[in-house]
């Protein structure tokens, strides 16, 4: 079993940046791949990254490719989402969510096992 913490949300402005953290505990987290998933209200949890075990693999979404980046530190069983140039259309909840098995649909978030609360990003204009 898997717990999830995320932190590190907040207010900033259009073209800040932010660093959102997950801290895991539970069994063999270097064995899950590990994703970023948000949600905006009135609107579906949609994906933003995925990390493969080892941190060598990344796959992001179209929305945020070239300036989030995902990363993990297995030996500190964390992973984080450096998010850079935000606007204000990335305001949502951000939540870390761990797949455990392949990396068959790492994007949709119903093959996910664990999910943590939820950190808010908000970016005003």
């Known amino acids: 079993q898997v717990q999830l913490v995320e932190s590190g949300g907040g207010l900033v402005q259009a073209g800040g940046s932010l660093r959102l953290s997950c801290a895991a505990s539970?069994?063999?987290?270097?064995?899950?791949?590990m994703g970023w998933f948000r949600q905006a209200p009135g609107k579906e949890r949609e994906f933003v990254a995925v990390?493969?075990?080892?941190?060598?693999?990344?796959y992001y979404a179209d929305s945020v490719k070239g300036r989030f980046t995902i990363s993990r530190d297995n030996t500190k069983s964390t992973v984080s989402l450096q998010a850079n140039s935000l606007k204000p259309e990335d305001t949502a909840v951000y939540y870390c969510?761990?797949?455990?098995?392949?990396?068959?649909?790492?994007?949709?978030?119903?093959?996910?096992?664990?999910w943590g609360q939820g950190t808010q990003v908000t970016v005003s204009s």
């Open positions: 539970g069994r063999t987290f270097s064995r899950y791949r």
């Open positions: 969510a761990a797949k455990s098995g392949g990396s068959y649909g790492a994007n949709n978030p119903r093959l996910y096992d664990y």
């Open positions: 990390i493969s075990w080892s941190g060598g693999t990344t």
